[in-house]
């Protein structure tokens, strides 16, 4: 069992960064794909983020071109830099991982408790 915890989520002003952590409590190099999602009060939790294990990246439209996501395999953590924040980036940020095990032929999701940015117009 590994467990995520997020943090560096707060209240920050439009236009603003905020940069956040997501701490394993073992190895990441277990997990191929990493990603971050958001939910706003009231609506779904939905993906924005994505990386692989060796680095490659994807984002929503929404973030895209604001946000980078970024991951240590060493330190075992996984980032995500948001910068030109704006107040429709308001939510609570979770971190996710599925782990596949072959020789159990089942996968193992992981989540992070989530951390709440909140953006200032």
């Known amino acids: 069992q590994v467990q995520l915890v997020e943090s560096g989520g707060g209240l920050v002003q439009a236009g603003g960064s905020l940069r956040l952590s997501c701490a394993a409590s073992?190895?990441?190099?277990?997990?191929?794909?990493m990603t971050w999602y958001r939910q706003p009060a009231g609506k779904q939790r939905y993906l924005i983020a994505g990386?692989?294990?060796?680095?490659?990246?994807n984002y929503a439209d929404s973030v895209k071109g604001r946000f980078t996501i970024s991951r240590d395999n060493v330190k075992n953590i996984l980032y995500l830099q948001m910068d030109g924040l704006k107040p429709e980036d308001t939510a609570v940020y979770y971190c996710?991982?599925?782990?596949?095990?072959?020789?159990?032929?089942?996968?193992?999701?992981?989540w992070g408790q989530g951390t709440q940015v909140t953006v200032s117009s």
């Open positions: 996710y991982a599925n782990e596949r095990v072959a020789a159990l032929g089942s996968s193992f999701d992981y």
């Open positions: 073992g190895s990441i190099s277990r997990f191929g794909a």
């Open positions: 990386i692989t294990r060796g680095g490659t990246t």
